[in-house]
Structures are given as C-alpha cells and as structure tokens.
C-alpha cells in the first residue's frame, strides 16, 4: 500500500494536469508549470514520474483499472455462461461508463489537439477489448 502522502501528491498532480488540459494541450504542458500550478517541487515530481508521459499513462492506467473491474463485475453478474456477444456489450458499457464517469479527462483525447493522448486512449480500448477477447 502507497503511503497517504505519496498517494495525495500523486492525485494532485493528476487533477492539476486535468486542470491544465482545459487551457492547454497536452505537448505544450511543461513539468515546470505544472509544477507551479500544483504547488509541489520539480525534484517531487521527478520523485514520482519520469516525465510528463509516465503521468498521465497512470492516469489511463488508474482508469484501465477501472474498467477491467467494472467488466469483470457485469461479467459475473450477468454472463456467468461466457456468451461471446454478452461479454462485447459488457466490455463496451464498462469502457463507456469510465469514459462518461471521467469525460473531464476523456475530453482531452481530440486526435487534432492532443494526438498522444487520442493515441493512448484508442490503446487502451485496444486493451480492453483483447481482454474479453483472450477469454
């Protein structure tokens, strides 16, 4: 288990970049501002994360999480016998649920704005979908 500091820091650079997505696209983020904007130090950060990148993969990561639970759940709930399109629509619901329930990021994955972004999201779809798949 993480400590409760560290899990604080990390949710607030999260937030923070969220925040910052709003007025700037993703590229043009530096550590730096947002660094400023979240109120932490640059030696905090690279503490935690690499670099940019490496943060907002953990928020896709955090959110895959997510999905995958919610999946294996509607999974148990509803197609206890595995029936293959059964399984499709609950990996589409649990994907749409997390995109909805997290649009104040997802809105951010335009392919025009923010390609890395769009990039990683259609990953994770990817992801997602080979998960049911390999079953």
Do not use: W
Request: hydrophobic fraction near 30%; proline fraction near 2%.
């Amino acid at each position: 288990m993480e400590d409760k500091r560290i899990t604080k820091t990390k949710k607030c650079l999260k937030n923070t970049l969220i925040r910052m997505l709003d007025k700037e696209d993703f590229e043009h983020i530096s550590i730096t501002d947002l660094c400023r904007e979240a109120d932490i130090s640059r030696i905090t950060f690279y503490s935690h994360y690499g670099d940019k990148y490496a943060l907002v993969n953990e928020i896709f990561n955090d959110m895959l999480e997510i999905g995958k639970e919610k999946y294996y759940r509607r999974q148990s709930e509803n197609n206890p016998k595995k029936h293959l399109v059964t399984g499709y629509v609950n990996i589409l619901n649990s994907i749409l649920d997390v995109y909805y329930e997290r649009y104040d990021f997802f809105r951010h994955t335009d392919p025009e704005k923010n390609p890395y972004l769009a990039s990683r999201l259609c990953s994770i779809i990817l992801e997602m979908v080979e998960l049911h798949t390999d079953h």
